[in-house]
C-alpha cells in the first residue's frame, strides 16, 4: 500500500513548532536592533537644529544681497523666523520654502548670542513671554565674530559665526 508514502510526504511539506519559534525570535530581535537605531539621539536633533540654523543665515545673508534689504532673525524658545521690513512694516519671509518660519523639534530652555569681543552676552532669551533674540543680517555681512548659543532640556550647543557668516557648530555636553 502506499500509506506510507503519504504520511511522509505529509511530514516533509510542514514546519515544527520549534523552527517557528527560532524564526520569530530571530524576528523580534532583528525588529529590536532597527528600531534603536533608528531612533533619533535628542542631542543629534539639536545639532542638526544648529547646524540649519548656520546654513539658513548664510542663505538669507544671499538673500539680503539680493532683495537690497536687511533680513532680521527673530527667535523664541518656540521657533525661528526670518523677517524683512519693506516700506516700514514688518512681513514675515514666507514666499521663500528655506526661510520659512520653523518650530524648533524640542522647545528651548535658554537661547543666548555673545560678541566675541566681549565675555557677556548681549541677548538672552530665558524664558517665555519674554521678546525674541533678533540679529540683523544685513546686506554685506561686516559683522564682529558672534557666537550663539541654544539649549534644550537635554543638551546645549553653539555656533559660532565668523566675520563672513560661516557657522561652526560646537556640541556641549550638559
Do not use: C
Amino acid at each position: 500500500m502506499q500509506v506510507v508514502g503519504l504520511r511522509g510526504a505529509d511530514r516533509a511539506s510542514g514546519f515544527t513548532l520549534l523552527e517557528l519559534l527560532v524564526v520569530i525570535v530571530l524576528a523580534g530581535i532583528l525588529l529590536s536592533i532597527v528600531t534603536v537605531s533608528v531612533t533619533p539621539d535628542p542631542r543629534q536633533q539639536l545639532q542638526r537644529e544648529a547646524q540649519r540654523v548656520g546654513q539658513l543665515f548664510a542663505l538669507a545673508s544671499d538673500e539680503a544681497r539680493i532683495r537690497q534689504a536687511p533680513i532680521v532673525w527673530e527667535a523664541d524658545l518656540a521657533g525661528y523666523r526670518f523677517v524683512t521690513e519693506v516700506g516700514g512694516e514688518r512681513r514675515l519671509l514666507t514666499g521663500d520654502d528655506l526661510l520659512r518660519e520653523r518650530n524648533w523639534e524640542r522647545p528651548l530652555s535658554r537661547l543666548a548670542v555673545f560678541e566675541l569681543s566681549g565675555a557677556a552676552p548681549s541677548q538672552v532669551l530665558l524664558g517665555p513671554g519674554a521678546p525674541p533674540v533678533r540679529i540683523a543680517i544685513a546686506r554685506e555681512w561686516v559683522q564682529p565674530r558672534w557666537r550663539l548659543e541654544m539649549t534644550n532640556d537635554i543638551a546645549e550647543v553653539s555656533i559660532s559665526f565668523d566675520e563672513n557668516g560661516r557657522g561652526d557648530v560646537a556640541l556641549a555636553r550638559k
